[in-house]
Nanobody, 123 residues
Framework: VQLQASGGGLVQAGASLRLSCVVS????????MGWFRQAPGKEREFVAG????????YYADSVKGRFTISRVNAKNTVYLQMNSLKPEDTAVYYC?????????????????WGQGTQVTVSS
């Protein structure tokens, strides 16, 4: 199973970025997906999750209203649209495959992880 995340970069506060994560070697359409992030010196935290159909989404309070998670099963890809970025959003962002069809916030329920993509937001 491979997860390839991309789309990170260096942007100014208020800008937008869209992260992508392409999954191979796994039945993508039957599992939930999630995005997590880890800032320097901090623990990894949940950002957003999506169930297997895309019909249910979940967000951390810190990103609700600014970030949108979506998926295109035909492309084995999950996205994270990030708008109104803030310096506190700076982190390495990881996509992950959920053990089941949901996409909840518990990292222990995710079995496979991508390599991460760096997002840096300057003030």
């Amino acid at each position: 199973v491979q997860l390839q995340a991309s789309g990170g970069g260096l942007v100014q506060a208020g800008a937008s970025l869209r992260l992508s994560c392409v999954v191979s070697g796994r039945a993508f359409a039957s599992t939930g997906m999630g995005w997590f992030r880890q800032a320097p010196g901090k623990e990894r935290e949940f950002v957003a999750g999506i169930n297997w159909t895309g019909g249910a989404t979940y967000y951390a309070d810190s990103v609700k209203g600014r970030f949108t998670i979506s998926r295109v099963n035909a492309k084995n890809t999950v996205y994270l649209q990030m708008n109104s970025l803030k310096p506190e959003d700076t982190a390495v962002y990881y996509c992950a495959i959920h053990r089941y069809r949901s996409g909840g916030s518990q990292s222990t329920e995710y079995d496979y992880w991508g390599q991460g993509t760096q997002v840096t937001v300057s003030s």
